[in-house]
């Protein structure tokens, strides 16, 4: 049974630009959250989605948008990238209150 | 706003050495609560959580925390470290309102290192 996957692993963009990241959750789960990790500190909650709609949010401004597909699987856009965008962006997939964590897609803006 | 606080940042421990790491989180209400693991180069693990019941639970690799509900803390234990314990530890909570999955919110974690 293959765990929660991420990609790409890796991404290189620039200011301004924006990019797309994609999860595929653990066969079961129905529940997709994002979240940000920057170096040296713990993640941090984007949003949540269920049942193709976003449940929660928060606070991340309005230029990280989500979807969720028919089979549970997820991307993350962020448009107008800026510096502070660069960071460890982590999926991760749930039934119930456990979420199990994808290896992430590390950003880097430059 | 809840926030989960750990006030250890950086431990180095020998082997064999007890290890205690502390964790505190601020919201009075019903809590569910978590230990995860990120060793170098892998992505978070669960260690062991807590949802209701017995304040002492034990999960994988000799883990344990205990819950105390009067002092809003989940500190982690282990009776004896091993090298391959070295890793990134991280504390999080869940408030229970929705009774479904909800978001994690997490501490800024412990890194620990485990010298031979």
């Known amino acids: 049974d293959a765990g929660v996957t991420q990609s790409p692993t890796h991404l290189i963009k620039t200011r301004g630009q924006q990019v797309t990241l994609r999860c595929s959750p653990k066969?079961?789960?129905?529940?997709v959250s994002w979240y940000q990790q920057a170096l040296g500190q713990g993640p941090q909650f984007i949003f949540q989605?269920?049942?193709?709609?976003?449940?929660q949010r928060g606070n991340f401004p309005d230029r990280f948008s989500g979807h969720q597909f028919p089979n549970y699987s997820s991307e993350l856009n962020v448009n107008a990238l800026l510096l502070g965008d660069s960071a460890l962006y982590l999926c991760?997939?749930?039934?119930?209150?456990?979420?199990?964590f994808g290896p992430g897609t590390r950003l880097t803006v430059l | 706003a809840q926030s989960v606080s750990q006030h250890n940042h950086h431990v180095i421990l020998s082997e064999a050495a007890s290890l205690e790491l502390g964790c505190n989180y601020s919201?009075?209400?019903?809590?569910?609560l978590f230990w995860y693991v990120q060793y170098p180069g892998q992505h978070l693990q669960l260690l062991l959580k807590?949802?209701?019941?017995?304040?002492l639970v034990k999960g994988i690799k000799g883990f344990e925390a205990e819950f105390i509900k009067s002092k809003f803390s989940f500190n982690l234990r282990k009776p004896s470290v091993q090298w391959s314990d070295t890793a990134e530890y991280f504390c999080?909570?869940?408030?229970?309102?929705?009774?479904?999955?909800?978001?994690?919110?997490f501490g800024t974690g412990t890194r620990l290192q485990v010298t031979l």
């Open positions: 991760a997939s749930s039934k119930l209150h456990e979420q199990f």
């Open positions: 066969s079961g789960h129905d529940t």
């Open positions: 989605y269920y049942e193709e709609e976003e449940r």
């Open positions: 919201y009075g209400g019903t809590v569910n």
């Open positions: 807590y949802f209701s019941g017995d304040p």
């Open positions: 999080a909570v869940i408030i229970d309102y929705t009774g479904t999955a909800s978001k994690l919110t």
